[in-house]
């Protein structure tokens, strides 16, 4: 395997050395349980999650009591429509959300507008180059904002994006999906002036199973999940509820997972993706009139179509010459609607690819597309 070209980080980044070695590390020599020991093994592990979480914390200048621990972005993302409907009456509420959402993003609020939960969906206008038209940001109770597109790969001026929200209705409440955006750029969640954001390990090079959710006024919010380790007392029937974070992480941890999240985001911010590769390949590919690119030569990533050609059959003979791609609609239908097309083809960079990957792709595609 280790003459494959692995082009799909803006999928799952492969993981760093050592992540791997730390999570090994932990499983055999420091495996404890968190949060229901006394003995000095299981209080080192209740230390290392704190220290995670004030690492994540700086991570996207937040306070560590702002930082839950979730399974994924999507997990995060469905979860902060229950957190935020355990708080208010949400009937009433109107929700903005963009085409560039992913469905993780996108379809809770679908549901919730289809069960008549939510009284309506709007949709924030895109500009000619598929970016969030902040001047027409519409009134809403609730806003998502894509930082960043799975497809197109440009980032999204958030900050002053919820500035225009604000404008409109002071008590929106802001939802930022990072997923894509934090492989790339600092997040500063007080600059940015959010309520929530979310984000997944696995893209940044930690292991799957572990998400970073962001809650402003965490203790304000009532728990979505109830079980063992989120309750301060009970009294009869009636719980009390900890502050925040224990009050969103009922029961065990993903603690092999959290422990190898440190390490991640410290080998990322050392060994940031060379985008200069996408440039670089973007330039080559330009030269070939049957073949269409989607994002922009100073994008994150680079998606495209072939004339005459499924973007699933170019994925296959990609992979049959040992180069892993993206194909299909990335769970983002709705931008791939409004470009006209079913599905692309996607190329995402990590730290390990090099000049030599860019070359081989390039060969190959000039071989499949001739």
């Known amino acids: 395997m280790k003459d494959i070209v692995y082009f799909d980080a803006a999928a ?77 009456d949400i009937a009433g509420f109107s929700v903005a959300v963009s085409d560039l959402d992913h469905h993780s993003a996108r379809l809770p609020w679908a549901e919730m507008l289809d069960m008549g939960k939510i009284r309506k969906i709007e949709k924030c206008e895109l500009d000619e180059n598929f970016n969030i038209k902040i001047d027409s940001v519409p009134k809403s109770d609730v806003l998502v904002i894509t930082a960043m597109s799975n497809v197109l790969g440009v980032s999204q001026d958030v900050a002053a994006i919820c500035r225009a929200a604000r404008k409109k209705n002071p008590n929106v409440i802001t939802v930022v999906d990072a997923t894509q955006y934090i492989v790339h750029h600092k997040i500063d969640v007080k600059k940015w002036d959010c309520d929530f954001l979310v984000a997944s390990g696995h893209k940044i090079g930690a292991d799957t199973g572990v998400g970073i959710l962001y809650i402003r006024d965490a203790d304000k919010y009532m728990p979505d999940k109830l079980g063992g380790g989120m309750v301060l007392r009970i009294d009869g029937d009636m719980a009390i509820w900890n502050n925040s974070p224990d009050r969103f992480e009922a029961g065990t941890l993903p603690l092999t997972q959290i422990c190898g999240l440190s390490v991640a985001i410290d080998e990322l911010e050392s060994h940031r993706p060379d985008l200069k590769l996408i440039k670089y390949m973007y330039d080559e590919l330009k030269k070939n009139p049957r073949i269409k690119i ?28 040992n180069i892993c791609v993206r194909v299909g609609n990335m769970c983002a239908s709705w931008v791939h609607r409004v470009l006209g097309i079913d599905g692309s083809i996607r190329v995402s960079v990590g730290p390990w690819n090099t000049r030599q990957d860019a070359d081989k792709f390039l060969s190959v595609m000039n071989k499949i597309v001739k």
Do not use: W
């Open 294 to 321: 989607l994002s922009s030569r100073d994008a994150a990533l680079m998606t495209f179509v072939v004339d005459n050609m499924h973007p699933l059959d170019v994925g296959a003979m990609l992979g049959a010459n």
């Open 12 to 88: 799952s980044f492969l993981k760093p050395e050592s992540v791997i070695t730390t999570e090994v590390d932990f499983l055999k020599n420091r495996y404890a349980n968190a949060g229901r020991g006394v003995c000095a093994r299981a209080g080192a592990v209740d230390e290392m999650v704190a220290a995670v979480r004030r690492r994540v914390a700086d991570f996207i200048n937040a306070d560590s009591r702002q930082i839950v621990f979730t399974a994924n972005a999507t997990d995060g993302l469905n979860r902060i429509v229950n957190i935020i409907a355990r708080r208010f």
